[in-house]
C-alpha cells in the first residue's frame, strides 16, 4: 500500500480520542462531479469494513424497450442509454447487428466511425481529466472556479472539446444522437472541405493537447493525487491478432490475469456474469476475481505495446509504471489516451482525404424470414468496455443484454473503499478528509450511470458510534 | 441586479440535453447572464435549496414516486419556474415507451431488491404532475432554442411557438414516404430544422405530434401506402408513448 503522507494526519486529522472511533457509518447519497447517482455507504466497526457502492438512479429498462425494434432502431435506442457516450452505444449497437446479420460495413464507414471513437475519446478524457477531476487535485469545488484560478488550461480545454464535439457533428450530423449513422454504413458522409477544415484544426490542435499535457503533468504530485495500489484485473479490448492498434472499436476481450479471447454469442456471458447486488438499481460484473477494473487505465496496462512511443513517454513523465495498479492514475492515463488519440485523429483524417470521400450505398439485407439470429458488438467507450448482445427474429429484437462500462466498475470503486477505509481511519483523518477522499476514488474511476440506469448524487453523512 | 439562480436536475434520462447545452456556443455567455447553482456534472458542493424565484431546468422523464414527491415540493415554493428540457420532460421519451410485464418483472424483484422498492412506472410528461412555464422538446435539445427561452422568460417575453410540420424544414426531393422509409415528419411539430429527413432518416417525432392532428387517419394512409400498421405504431410509440396511450383511452 502507498503510505499517506504523514504530514496528512496534521493537516486534516482530527487528532486524540476521536482518530479512532469505535464505529463509523458513511453514507453518500450521491456523489458531484460525476454523472449519474451513485450512491457510497460504508460502516467500519473494529477495523472491519462493510458496505457497497452503486448507482440509486431509477431504472430506464432501456433493454426491455428495445424488444420489439426493427434492427433500424436498436442503435437509435442505442444512442440514448448515455448523452456522453452516445458513440460507442451506437457502435456496439451497430455491430451486434451487423454481426447478426452478416453484414460488413465498408473500409470508409469503418474508418469514420474510428475517428467518432477517437474523438469521443479526446471529448470526454479531457473533460473528465480536467473539469471533473482537476478540482479534485487542486482542491477547488468546481469546474468554473478552475476558469478563474486556472484561465489559460480552462481556454485549451474548451478548445478541444469543441474540436471533439465539431469532429462528431460534422461526421455523424449532429453533436448528439448523430442522424447519418445507421447499420450497415451512413445515410449521408461529409464533404472533402469539411473534413480538410477538421484536419487542419486537429493539427493545429496538437500543440494545445501537448500544452495542456505539459501543464496537467505539473499538477501530479503525491500530495493531490494521493495514490494507492491495490492489485486488480484490468478488463480492456485488445487488438486482433498481427493488429497494432490502441483498440477502440474492434478487437479481443482481454484480461490482465487470463488473457485475450475473441468474443463471441456463446463466450461472453461466462466474462461478465451480471449480477444484481442488494443495494443497486445497475448490474455489477465480475470475472476471476471478487471485481473488475475497466476504462483508460484498464486500456493502457493491457495495451502500452501499443499506444505510441509518444504517449509512452509522456505516461511516463507523469509517473504511470506497468503495471500501475493505482486507480489514482486514471485521470492522467485519459489525458495520455487523449494525446494519443490526437496523432490517430490527423492519421485516420488523412486515410480518408487520401482515398477521397463518396457516398456509398447501404448494403442490401434480404427478406430475413422469421428466423432467429445473434450478434454480440464489443467496443471501448470512454469510461471502459462495453458490450451489446442481441437476438433478432427475422428483422426485430427479441431480447437485448447490454453490459456498460461503470456496471463493471462498481465492484472495483467498492473494493478500493474496503482496501483503505481502514488505513485513512488509523490515519486519524478528519470526516470531510475521508469524504473527500472516497468521493475521489468514486470520480477518479470516471463513473457514469446514465448507462447503467441514469445521473449522480451524493450526500455524506459520517455518523460517529456512540 | 443579482442574477437569477438556475438549477439544473435531472429524472430519467440519458443527459445528452445536458452535454448538449454545456458543449454549446451559448453556454459561456449564458454564465453571464444566470447564477448556475446546481449542476452536479460540473459543480461541487451543489445548492439543492429551491428558493422563491428560482428557475428549475429538468432534464428526463418522471419515472418513480421519488421524482413525482421532488416535482410536487418544487412547484410549492413560490414563484419559481419550471423549465422542461428534451423529450423526456416534455413527453416522456423513450422510456414512457416500458410494457406494463416489464415493469411487474421489476416490481417482482427480477431487477434487484433495490430496484423493486421504487414503486418504477412508465416514464410520463413532468406535466402530468405540475404545472410547466416552458417546454423545449427535442432529443437532443437545440441549445439555441434554450438559450433564447430563458432569455424570454427574464424578459417576461413569449417563446416561439412552432405550429408547423417538419416536412416544413425538409430539403429532401421526393418525400421519403415514396421511397418505402417510414417518416413522422406531417404529423411533427417543426424546429429542428428537419434534420433527420434531410440525410434521408424518418422523423421519429421527438419534437412531439401536431395538436390537431388525426393520427388514427395518419396511420391508415401509411397502411394504405404499403407500410404494416405494427411498424407505424412501433414508430409513432419510439418518442410518444405516452400521448399514444392516452389516444388509445388509457388512463396514464
Redesign the interface.
Known amino acids: 500500500m502507498h503510505e499517506g503522507h504523514h504530514h496528512h494526519l496534521e493537516d486534516f486529522g482530527t487528532g486524540g480520542a476521536e482518530a479512532e472511533p469505535a464505529e463509523m457509518i458513511i453514507d453518500i447519497t450521491a456523489v458531484p462531479r460525476t454523472e449519474g447517482d451513485v450512491k457510497v455507504h460504508f460502516s467500519v466497526k473494529d477495523n472491519k469494513v462493510e458496505g457497497a457502492v452503486g448507482p440509486t438512479e431509477a431504472p430506464r429498462i432501456m433493454e426491455k424497450v428495445m424488444v420489439g425494434d426493427h434492427y433500424n432502431e436498436a442503435p437509435i435506442h442505442a444512442s440514448k442509454f448515455c448523452g456522453i457516450c452516445w458513440v460507442p452505444h451506437f457502435e456496439a449497437s451497430a455491430q451486434a447487428v451487423e454481426n447478426a446479420l452478416g453484414i460488413r460495413p465498408t473500409i470508409q464507414t469503418q474508418l469514420f466511425r474510428e475517428v467518432l471513437a477517437q474523438a469521443t475519446v479526446l471529448q470526454s478524457n479531457v473533460q473528465h481529466a480536467t473539469l471533473l477531476s482537476l478540482p479534485d487535485l487542486l482542491r477547488l469545488p468546481n469546474a468554473f472556479s478552475l476558469a478563474t484560478s486556472h484561465p489559460a488550461v480552462f481556454a485549451i480545454v474548451r478548445k478541444l472539446e469543441k474540436l471533439g464535439n465539431d469532429l462528431v457533428k460534422v461526421i455523424s450530423g449532429r453533436n448528439v444522437g448523430g442522424v447519418v449513422l445507421t447499420v450497415g454504413g451512413m445515410l449521408a458522409v461529409p464533404n472533402e472541405k469539411e473534413v480538410r477544415d477538421l484536419l487542419a484544426r486537429v493539427i493545429d490542435a496538437q500543440k494545445d493537447m501537448a500544452t495542456l499535457g505539459e501543464v496537467y503533468g505539473s499538477f501530479l504530485t503525491p500530495d493531490r493525487l494521493l495514490p494507492f495500489a491495490r492489485e486488480r484485473e484490468y478488463i480492456s479490448l485488445s487488438p486482433f491478432d498481427g493488429k497494432n492498434e490502441y483498440p477502440y472499436t474492434r478487437g479481443n476481450y482481454c484480461s490482465s490475469d487470463t488473457g485475450a479471447v475473441p468474443i463471441t454469442v456463446e463466450n461472453y456471458k461466462s466474462h461478465t456474469n451480471e449480477w444484481f447486488p442488494k443495494a443497486s438499481t445497475g448490474k455489477f460484473t465480475k470475472h476471476v476475481r471478487n471485481s473488475v477494473t475497466v476504462g483508460a487505465l484498464a486500456r493502457m496496462n493491457n495495451n502500452w505495446n501499443h499506444i505510441g512511443p509518444e504517449a509512452q513517454a509522456l505516461a511516463k513523465a507523469y509517473g504511470i509504471t506497468m503495471p500501475d495498479y493505482r486507480i489514482a492514475m486514471n485521470p492522467p492515463a485519459q489525458v495520455v489516451e487523449a494525446y494519443a488519440s490526437m496523432f490517430e485523429l490527423e492519421a485516420l483524417l488523412e486515410t480518408i482525404l487520401f482515398h477521397g470521400i463518396k457516398y456509398e450505398a447501404l448494403p442490401i439485407v434480404g427478406d430475413l424470414g422469421e428466423k432467429i439470429r445473434e450478434g454480440v458488438g464489443i467496443v471501448e467507450a470512454p469510461r471502459g468496455l462495453l458490450i451489446h448482445h442481441y437476438t433478432l427474429q427475422g428483422a426485430y429484437l427479441i431480447h437485448a443484454n447490454c453490459v456498460v462500462p461503470t456496471g463493471q466498475n462498481y465492484g472495483s470503486m467498492q473494493d478500493d473503499i474496503i482496501f483503505i477505509l481502514p488505513e485513512y481511519i488509523r490515519m486519524g483523518l478528519s470526516k470531510e478528509e475521508i469524504i473527500f477522499r472516497l468521493e475521489k476514488i468514486v470520480r477518479d474511476h470516471d463513473p457514469c450511470s446514465s448507462c447503467a440506469v441514469h445521473f449522480i448524487l451524493l450526500l455524506l453523512k459520517i455518523l460517529k458510534g456512540k | 441586479m443579482s442574477l437569477p439562480r438556475v438549477h439544473i436536475k ?11 447545452l454545456e ?1 454549446s456556443d451559448q453556454f ?1 455567455p449564458l ?1 453571464g447572464a444566470i447564477n ?1 447553482v446546481e449542476c ?7 445548492d439543492t435549496t429551491i428558493l422563491p424565484g428560482d428557475i428549475i431546468i429538468f432534464e ?1 422523464a418522471p ?2 414516486n ?2 413525482v414527491k421532488e416535482l410536487e415540493e418544487i412547484r410549492a415554493v413560490e414563484g419559481v419556474l419550471i423549465i422542461a428540457m428534451g423529450t423526456c420532460a416534455v413527453f416522456g ?3 414512457a ?3 406494463d410485464e ?1 415493469l411487474k ?2 416490481h417482482d424483484g427480477k ?5 423493486q422498492t ?1 414503486e ?1 412506472k412508465a ?1 410520463a410528461p413532468i406535466s402530468r404532475y405540475v404545472k410547466v412555464d416552458a417546454e423545449i422538446p427535442g ?2 435539445i437545440d441549445p439555441e432554442e434554450l438559450a433564447f427561452i430563458i432569455a424570454k422568460l427574464l424578459s417576461d417575453g413569449k417563446p416561439r411557438e412552432f405550429n408547423h410540420a417538419v416536412c416544413a424544414e425538409c430539403h429532401r426531393v421526393g418525400c421519403l414516404l415514396n421511397d418505402k422509409e417510414l417518416c413522422l415528419a406531417m404529423i411533427t411539430v417543426a424546429g429542428c430544422k428537419g ?2 429527413p434531410n ?3 424518418g422523423c ?1 417525432g421527438c419534437r412531439g405530434f401536431l395538436p390537431k392532428v388525426d393520427i388514427e387517419q395518419f396511420v391508415a394512409m401509411l397502411v394504405e401506402k404499403g407500410f404494416s400498421e405494427k ?1 407505424v405504431r ?1 414508430k409513432l410509440n ?1 418518442y410518444n408513448a405516452h400521448q399514444m396511450k392516452q389516444e388509445e383511452g388509457g388512463n396514464v
Open positions: 435531472t429524472l430519467s434520462g440519458c443527459e445528452g440535453c445536458q452535454d448538449c458543449h459561456v454564465l448556475l452536479r456534472l460540473l459543480t461541487s458542493p451543489v428526463g419515472n418513480t421519488h421524482h421519451g423513450v422510456q415507451n416500458v410494457a416489464d418483472e421489476v431487477w434487484g431488491e433495490y430496484n421504487l418504477l416514464g432529443c437532443p434534420v433527420c440525410v434521408s432518416r421519429l411498424d412501433r419510439f
